[in-house]
């Protein structure tokens, strides 16, 4: 389908390290054959191999969401999995962590459509975080446990190891057609070991 | 368990040792064919059907999961089974120790890691094996009994024996406890 066919939330683009790091999470957390049944049940079979394309190039939009919605098809009912191929997919998108702020900026600049994500608040122990239209469970009945893993993780690797980091928000409707926008708190805590008591 | 659009879906889960048979049932079931070479599943191979059951009219969709059976997938495992409505558990009845393992491991897991008033049913497969039978059918029909599974079948993967009734059956089973 070309670009300019492409109508309303299916219009835009995701950069290939988005689509690598998200398909690396799958082959983590589900193994081959998971990775596998999510991108054969998108119809997007050929892209098992995508390690090998340039990161900094495209794919549609359409063609990555439609991977999302086969992803939320499947492993309908299954948040812990979602939470963890999150924290995958933020490992492997950003290997060495970065700060927290720089991975809000380039999440929103490598998947580009209509939808924001940006820090509302911080201080020391809490950040709050806006999510506009998120494209990770727009369906209804889908939770949003697979980008919530993202930013914990994202977070926690932006900190030292002495603090951990946890998260609450107003509780999720999945019923609700406009549940994919939402508030999320992130809590940032001291880690206490037993020396130090 | 998800109403939406007045259809039902269901997370099902086939579990069993590696090579009892679980990833040709479902092939048998969904695409009608049987492969003779054995290639292990890695992870967890996820597939759809949807179903129109006339006896509670419902229609459903199906979310199979075809758990790998070998020991190195134990801890990512238990995530697979989360939200779980049902398992068909899976035994090669030319092999004991694949009947043992249903009682000291796979129902055990189910139990633990699903949903805990989940259904199950008991599966004797490759029962087109007759001259290499090592488990009777009265000894599977009285392990169903012992493990309060809802039902027990012997299937061919291979000729398609009872396959397309076994996931029926499950499907009934839980719809009939979750739809309640």
Same mark, same amino acid.
């Given at each position: 389908?070309?670009?300019?066919?492409?109508?309303?939330?299916?219009?835009?683009?995701?950069?290939?390290?988005?689509?690598?790091?998200?398909?690396?999470?799958?082959?983590?957390?589900?193994?081959?054959?998971?990775?596998?049944?999510?991108?054969?049940?998108?119809?997007?079979?050929?892209?098992?191999?995508?390690?090998?394309?340039?990161?900094?190039?495209?794919?549609?939009?359409?063609?990555?969401?439609?991977?999302?919605?086969?992803?939320?098809?499947?492993?309908?009912?299954?948040?812990?999995?979602?939470?963890?191929?999150?924290?995958?997919?933020?490992?492997?998108?950003?290997?060495?962590?970065? @700060?927290?702020?720089?991975?809000?900026?380039?999440?929103?600049?490598?998947?580009?459509?209509?939808?924001?994500?940006?820090?509302?608040?911080?201080?020391?122990?809490?950040?709050?975080?806006?999510?506009?239209?998120?494209?990770?469970?727009?369906?209804?009945?889908?939770?949003?446990?697979?980008?919530?893993?993202?930013?914990?993780?994202?977070?926690?690797?932006?900190?030292?190891?002495?603090?951990?980091?946890?998260?609450?928000?107003?509780?999720?409707?999945?019923?609700?057609?406009?549940?994919?926008?939402?508030?999320?708190?992130?809590?940032?805590?001291?880690?206490?070991?037993?020396?130090?008591? | 368990?998800?109403?939406?659009?007045?259809?039902?879906?269901?997370?099902?889960?086939?579990?069993?040792?590696?090579?009892?048979?679980?990833?040709?049932?479902?092939?048998?079931?969904?695409?009608?064919?049987?492969?003779?070479?054995?290639?292990?599943?890695?992870?967890? @191979?996820?597939?759809?059907?949807?179903?129109?059951?006339?006896?509670?009219?419902?229609?459903?969709?199906?979310?199979?999961?075809?758990?790998?059976?070998?020991?190195?997938?134990?801890?990512?495992?238990?995530?697979?089974?989360?939200?779980?409505?049902?398992?068909?558990?899976?035994?090669?009845?030319?092999?004991?120790?694949?009947?043992?393992?249903?009682?000291?491991?796979?129902?055990?897991?189910?139990?633990?890691?699903?949903?805990?008033?989940?259904?199950?049913?008991?599966?004797?497969?490759?029962?087109?094996?007759?001259?290499?039978?090592?488990?009777?059918?009265?000894?599977?029909?009285?392990?169903?009994?012992?493990?309060?599974?809802?039902?027990?079948?012997?299937?061919?993967?291979?000729?398609?024996?009872?396959?397309?009734?076994?996931?029926?059956?499950?499907?009934? @089973?839980?719809?009939?406890?979750?739809?309640?």
């Amino acid at each position: 389908m070309k670009k300019e066919e492409l109508i309303g939330a299916y219009r835009g683009e995701v950069k290939y390290s988005v689509v690598t790091a998200l398909l690396q999470a799958y082959h983590d957390i589900l193994d081959f054959d998971g990775m596998k049944s999510i991108l054969r049940e998108a119809e997007m079979l050929h892209l098992k191999n995508i390690r090998d394309e340039d990161p900094d190039q495209y794919l549609d939009f359409f063609s990555f969401k439609k991977i999302i919605s086969a992803q939320n098809c499947l492993l309908f009912d299954s948040s812990m999995l979602l939470f963890e191929i999150g924290k995958k997919f933020s490992f492997y998108l950003f290997p060495y962590g970065k @700060n927290f702020e720089d991975v809000i900026h380039e999440i929103n600049s490598s998947i580009i459509t209509e939808w924001k994500v940006e820090i509302l608040e911080r201080n020391e122990d809490l950040i709050t975080i806006s999510v506009q239209k998120c494209i990770f469970c727009s369906e209804i009945g889908v939770p949003c446990d697979m980008f919530k893993g993202f930013l914990v993780h994202s977070l926690e690797k932006a900190l030292t190891s002495d603090y951990s980091v946890s998260y609450y928000g107003d509780r999720e409707d999945v019923n609700n057609p406009d549940h994919n926008n939402f508030v999320l708190r992130l809590k940032i805590e001291k880690k206490y070991y037993m020396d130090d008591l | 368990m998800n109403d939406i659009a007045k259809k039902w879906a269901i997370k099902l889960a086939v579990l069993g040792d590696p090579a009892v048979g679980k990833t040709s049932l479902i092939n048998q079931y969904i695409q009608h064919r049987f492969k003779e070479n054995y290639q292990p599943t890695l992870g967890v @191979n996820i597939l759809t059907k949807d179903m129109i059951l006339d006896e509670i009219n419902v229609e459903t969709r199906l979310i199979l999961w075809d758990i790998a059976g070998q020991d190195k997938y134990e801890l990512t495992r238990q995530l697979f089974f989360e939200g779980c409505h049902g398992s068909l558990l899976v035994y090669d009845i030319t092999r004991s120790s694949t009947f043992h393992g249903i009682e000291t491991k796979w129902l055990d897991d189910f139990q633990k890691f699903a949903r805990p008033d989940g259904e199950y049913i008991l599966i004797g497969n490759k029962v087109d094996l007759k001259e290499s039978r090592a488990v009777s059918f009265e000894q599977g029909s009285d392990l169903a009994k012992k493990i309060n599974a809802s039902d027990f079948f012997e299937t061919s993967a291979k000729s398609g024996i009872n396959v397309k009734e076994v996931f029926k059956n499950l499907a009934l @089973n839980v719809l009939k406890k979750f739809k309640a």
